[in-house]
């Protein structure tokens, strides 16, 4: 809560209010659709549901010490948090299913996780053996 350390700033922080809260609207319309899209094609493609629990969790509002405007921020900071780490990773086991190819090397570009075991960008051979061999057999 590094905003409470600079009071001097309360005018700016009061004036991004619409912006960040109206950031909610497009989180709920996005939650809606992921689920939707993440109940429906997981089980056509028979891929293991993502557990949501694991990403968005809303707890903070409990404390005591904080005060009901903290509280409301906390919670729209663990939910907005947790739907987009739980988009990542129904977005990650889809792009598994659809599209095992790294992307080319580049420096610049902070590689997600689940991509470690793809198949190598321009690297045919690699695409074949991870992807192709069941057709072979």
């Known amino acids: 809560m590094n905003f409470k350390k ?3 700033r309360e005018l700016g922080h009061i004036l991004s209010i619409p912006f960040i809260w109206g950031m909610l609207f497009f989180f709920i319309a996005f939650d809606v659709a992921l689920e939707i899209y993440h109940q429906i094609c997981f089980r056509l493609y028979k891929i293991p549901l993502v557990n949501r629990k694991k990403y968005v969790k809303i707890d903070r509002h409990k404390l005591k010490y904080l005060s009901f ?3 409301m921020r906390c919670v729209y900071c663990g939910y907005g948090n947790g739907i987009l780490a739980y ?8 792009e598994k299913y659809w599209c095992g190819i790294k992307h080319e090397k580049d420096k610049n570009f902070a590689e997600p996780k ?4 793809f198949a190598e960008f321009g690297d045919n051979a690699d695409f074949e053996q991870k992807y192709l061999k069941e057709k072979n057999d």
């Open 6 to 8: 600079y009071p001097q």
């Open 69 to 71: 405007l903290d509280k």
């Open 87 to 94: 988009a990542v990773k129904v977005t990650g086991e889809t």
């Open 114 to 117: 689940h991509q470690k075991n």
